[in-house]
């Protein structure tokens, strides 16, 4: 591997990669070209010897922030690494905490999720309510969808990697659900993404309630705010 070209405003590091591949007669060299993310690695290392306001303000204008952010937060819970500085880090902004936190759910097994929780001194309660209060409608969606499927997944009432009990993680209030569904879909008149997070809602109320009671209601309740 060969770097070829260091795309700072990214924190993106552009390889070239050689292989050679043989055939009857000739030989054939392969070039082809990799992306690789190294503004985690500089965020992590920053943490070490700055405090969290600085590396913030140092990184924060890099395109790709928030997803280094997510994929430092997704490595250090899954390695069990101490996540106080990155936690006060993602914390300086409330909209980035909720954007990172959630998409970094979506990644790791439930086993993780207490571990998560704990350090960042947060519940899905908070993080549904957050959304809510902030006006972060897409959050708001991706969040239900991600703890409803949870709920799916473990209707027997498994526990965790931890011994731990994962009824904690569960949404069973219905009159909540709908609340959010009524939310997402006032709110989407005028943006596509969150029409899309909304009929994932949909599709996903029919796989969880199979009868299409859940799903009615919350319909109902759409209809009457328009």
């Known amino acids: 591997k060969y770097p070829i070209l260091l795309i700072l405003e990214k924190g993106l590091l552009i390889k070239m990669e050689n292989s050679l591949v043989q055939k009857k007669t000739i030989e054939i060299n392969n070039f082809t070209s990799k ?44 390695n069990d690494q101490n996540l106080t500085k990155l936690s006060k880090l993602i914390k300086i902004n409330p909209i980035f905490e909720l ?61 965790d990697g931890n011994g731990e009990n994962t009824n904690y993680y569960k949404i069973t209030d219905e009159t909540q659900i709908i609340s959010i569904f009524k939310l997402i879909f006032e709110n989407a008149k005028n943006d596509d993404e969150l029409w899309e997070t909304g009929f994932e809602l949909i599709r996903f109320l029919k796989l969880l309630d199979p009868s299409l009671r859940l799903l009615q209601k919350g319909l109902d309740e759409v209809k009457k705010s328009t």
Not at 57 to 72: A, G, R, T
């Open 99 to 159: 954007n990172v936190v959630s998409k970094c759910l979506r990644k790791i097994e439930v086993k993780y999720w207490s571990r998560l929780f704990n350090q960042l001194k947060l519940t899905p309660q908070d993080l549904l309510d957050s959304s809510i209060e902030k006006e972060q409608f897409n959050i708001l969606g991706n969040l239900i969808i991600i703890f409803l499927n949870y709920e799916k997944e473990d209707e027997d009432d498994i526990q």
């Open 35 to 78: 992306n690789s993310i190294f503004l985690h690695d500089l965020i992590r290392f920053e943490l070490q010897t700055n405090d969290e306001a600085t590396v913030f303000e140092k990184y924060s204008k890099y395109k790709n922030f928030q997803y280094s952010l997510e994929l430092l937060l997704y490595q250090t819970i899954v």
